[in-house]
């Protein structure tokens, strides 16, 4: 709660310089593209509709939103700094990009640990399989000796088969 | 009336699959044959009975009977009778009754082609079997039934939905329905449930194969998983098919000029197929080498729980929001059922680890076996971190109570590089022998593709130069293709040298000799297709948005959009439409009028946005139209796409279907499918001669 009030005084004290900044520069402020305004939505998830980023949400609250962040960019704000005004604003839910900290690192984690099991558990399993095998390396050496057009017939079988 | 009909041989179709799942376990416990032979019986009379139940609901549907609640909901007087009749699953009762017909036919399919060669697991395949089935029609009997009538209570305000008439009530009818979802009336919404329902139903007979096989100790037999493989393959098939028109149907509908957003819906779709798929190669050790029993007993009963979960995310809506899991008993009763399932039969699996032991050799670590194992732990490990990630925001609100998303960032990054490893393997393995594979024999197969590949990369790359890890994946997309390519050329050029035949007579043979192995090559070549849909989307899709006055263009990507104007008219269906008049140039020259629409269902209140797209090999030139001027109608704002390759995703898909029928097709010839043991492959051919 407190780092959200902190963030939201930073964010509030940040726009009041940025503004100041654009006034001072006194040509008014620059339009935005609305290409440079999606840039940013895309990596933002629409808070009330299910499973929809921002950039393509049509509803009317998205629009507000994105009529938000063209505000923010036109008055100097870099893109981290809307992007966490908005988290402070709505909560974590909306990042598209789930955070690498906290509780939330283990979606991250979690994955690349189960695959690097995985892979480890293979391995073991390759090589028990292996040695399973070791004793009985000698085995076929007793079979009777082929003759060559027996092994050309053999050759062209498999061929046909495969 | 024809209502009421449907309605008593539901239930009647309810108490006979109680009777079959109970008959079948007895005869299985107690090795009874008669008991086998009425639960046979009674299996297979539950399809005509639930034919004539989903008959009954699609002539009231096709009717429009408006006493029928559900009928209300997604029928109207304006829908063609095409559409009205696909309404059948265009609801929740509708779906699960459509569901569970699915499944009994599914179950008499089995039980005619298959009484006598799988004779000894039949009762408790039909146990299995039919408890699932059970499941389903209690849940359009009990909670989700389709048949239920609106009624006017004296007194109250609102309708009721029943059954049986209330006390008092009187019968309501409406004068018109709701009608379908708007956003459904695409062939591809029409198709997708169909088929998806068929790949996720399809999964019951490999699974109740393997279950009956660990009851009745029989487990150790390979008859079962020869079957089970094929069914495996017919399921595996539709729930691709349904992939690919689920996409085919979110690019065409939903506006947002992508075609797979990582939706808990697409990812409880994709789970099932990922862990399907390893299936039917870790099968194939099975089957060749008698190996990897367990594993493949585990990754079915995965794969048969995963497509319940599917139907339980899609069914219930619970990853949107957590409440909707409460607001009917489909919720927990359906989350009971899955649990049961899937810790049921993994205890069960356990508990015969013993019978299913097999003898594990490996001649070398470079061997298929390696590759196939790699390939079942990339297809496992990818099939983890999509469940996490679908799973997750119910798991932090629950843990923590902080709400959070996991969009396809997450996924991209997680599942991509697995998915690139697998391209790669996917080069490879077809290559390598089983047992032993000397590395110098793999260069030398491998050095053409690799020499090829990288040639097709660069210029590639070069000419589409956007991002580095374009080459990449360009390379793993031509580095496949090629190897398949080069495996085809060798089996015609053999064929060509020993018998003489041309060329297109020996690919004829050799699809028809070695039909699993060149379908499945040719399955290969779909999934690079449809890789190289994924790469474009990636890589190469560039997009804008702009808000021009009529004469005025938007510019994007060498292409020119020139505004003409708007218009509004009445179309059918109930439809306002709004329509952009745009001309399309490219580097000056003329190619197209586009004419993106918005569609106003007045009747649902609800918009839906029609893309104009132009659509070539190379690439489509997708338009939206996202706002106007209301007043003057002067001005318009546009959402353009380039989506590069992406209709090498929907000929990839259709390039699957073709390569699975190759590899099912026997040509009625008896399949050149041959067993490797220690040392016996040459004796077996010299006790021939």
């Not at chain 1, 009529?67 to 966490?84: M, N, V």
């Not at chain 2, 047992?435 to 793999?442: D, V």
């Amino acid at each position: 709660m407190i780092r959200k009030l902190l963030l939201a005084l930073v964010v509030v004290l940040l726009s009041l310089a940025a503004g100041q900044a654009a006034s001072a520069q006194g040509n008014g402020p620059i339009q935005p593209t609305d290409d440079q305004v999606n840039a940013i939505a895309k990596k933002l998830y629409c808070p009330v509709c299910p499973n929809t980023p921002l950039d393509v949400c049509e509803t009317k609250a998205c629009q507000d939103w994105r009529a938000q962040i063209r505000d923010e960019l036109a008055s100097g704000w870099t893109e981290p700094q809307i992007i966490d005004y908005f988290v402070a604003q709505y909560g974590e839910r909306v990042l598209a990009e789930p955070q690498r900290k906290g509780f939330t690192s283990l979606v991250w984690l979690l994955p690349v640990l189960a695959v690097a099991l995985g892979i480890g558990v293979t391995w073991q399993v390759l090589r028990s399989w292996q040695r399973a095998r070791a004793p009985a390396v000698s085995a076929p050496t007793d079979a009777p000796p082929l003759s060559a057009a027996l092994l050309d017939r053999i050759e062209r079988e498999l061929r046909d088969l495969d | 009336m024809l209502a009421d009909l449907g309605l008593a041989s539901l239930f009647i179709a309810f108490l006979l699959s109680v009777y079959a799942t109970a008959a079948g376990a007895l005869a299985g416990a107690r090795h009874r044959e008669a008991w086998a032979e009425s639960a046979r019986n009674a299996s297979l009379l539950t399809f005509p009975l639930l034919t004539l139940s989903v008959g009954a609901l699609v002539y009231a549907l096709y009717s429009l009977d408006f006493t029928l609640a559900y009928v209300a909901d997604v029928s109207s007087q304006t829908m063609s009778p095409f559409l009205r009749v696909t309404a059948l699953w265009g609801g929740q009762q509708g779906s699960l009754l459509f569901w569970a017909w699915l499944m009994a036919s599914f179950v008499a399919a089995v039980l005619l082609r298959k009484w006598r060669r799988n004779r000894d697991l039949m009762p408790y395949f039909i146990a299995t079997s039919m408890l699932t089935t059970t499941f389903f029609i209690g849940l359009v009997v009990f909670i989700s039934n389709p048949f239920a009538r609106l009624w006017l209570v004296p007194g109250a305000d609102e309708l009721t939905t029943a059954v049986f008439q209330p006390a008092q009530a009187m019968l309501y009818a409406a004068e018109d329905g709701q009608g379908l979802n708007p956003l459904l009336r695409h062939f591809g919404m029409i198709g997708h449930p169909p088929t998806t329902y068929l790949g996720f139903t399809g999964f019951v007979i490999p699974f109740s194969f393997a279950i009956a096989a660990l009851l009745s100790g029989k487990a150790r037999d390979e008859e079962w998983i020869r079957t089970s493989r094929s069914w495996t393959l017919v399921a595996w098939i539709f729930l691709t098919i349904g992939l690919v028109l689920g996409g085919r149907w979110a690019y065409d509908v939903l506006g947002w000029g992508g075609f797979w957003g990582w939706d808990p819906v697409e990812n409880a779709m994709l789970m099932p197929w990922l862990t399907g798929t390893a299936f039917l190669h870790s099968v194939m050790i099975t089957e060749k080498r008698g190996m990897l029993k367990v594993w493949s007993v585990a990754l079915i009963i995965l794969t048969y729980s995963l497509s319940l979960f599917g139907t339980f995310i899609t069914r219930t809506g619970v990853i949107g929001s957590v409440h909707a899991f409460a607001k009917t008993a489909l919720g927990p009763v359906f989350f009971a059922f899955i649990g049961l399932t899937f810790l049921g039969s993994l205890s069960l699996l356990l508990n015969n680890l013993k019978t299913l032991r097999a003898e594990h050799e490996l001649e070398s670590v470079l061997s298929r076996e390696t590759a196939f194992l790699l390939q079942n732990t990339l297809f496992v490990g990818i099939t983890f971190a999509v469940f996490w990630g679908t799973v997750f925001p119910m798991v932090s609100e629950l843990v923590t109570g902080t709400k959070v998303t996991v969009g396809p960032p997450y996924f991209r990054a997680v599942t991509g590089p697995l998915f690139l490893a697998l391209l790669v393997l996917m080069a490879i393995a077809p290559l390598m022998a089983w047992r032993k594979q000397s590395p110098r024999g793999l260069l030398r197969s491998l050095a053409a593709p690799l020499a090829a590949s990288a040639v097709i990369s660069a210029v590639w790359g070069f000419s589409h130069r956007m991002h580095p890890a374009s080459f990449l994946a360009l390379w793993m997309v031509s580095f496949g293709s090629s190897a398949i390519a080069f495996e085809f050329w060798k089996g015609i050029r053999a064929r060509m040298q020993a018998r003489g035949e041309n060329p297109l007579k020996a690919l004829a043979t050799l699809l028809q000799r070695s039909h699993r192995r060149y379908g499945a090559m040719v399955i290969h070549l779909g999934v690079l297709m449809v890789a190289m849909g994924f790469v474009g989307d990636a890589y190469f899709k560039q997009e804008t948005h702009a808000t021009v006055s009529a004469g005025e263009s938007v510019q994007l990507g060498g292409y020119e959009l020139r505004f003409n104007g708007l218009r509004q008219y009445a179309g059918s269906d109930g439809r306002a439409i709004l329509e952009a008049s745009a001309t399309l140039a490219q580097d000056g020259r003329l190619i197209r009028e586009l004419r993106p629409r918005r569609d106003f269902f007045v009747a649902q209140d609800q918009p839906s946005t029609v893309p104009a797209v132009l659509s070539t090999p190379g690439e489509d030139v997708y338009v939206i139209l996202v706002g106007w001027d209301e007043a003057a109608m002067s001005w318009a704002t546009f959402k353009m796409y380039i989506n590069p390759l992406i209709n090498w995703a929907w000929a990839g898909g259709v390039i699957m279907v073709l390569g699975t029928l190759i590899a099912v097709w026997s040509f009625g010839e008896a399949e050149a499918s041959y067993r490797l043991r220690p040392g016996l492959v040459a004796s077996v051919v010299v006790t021939k001669e």
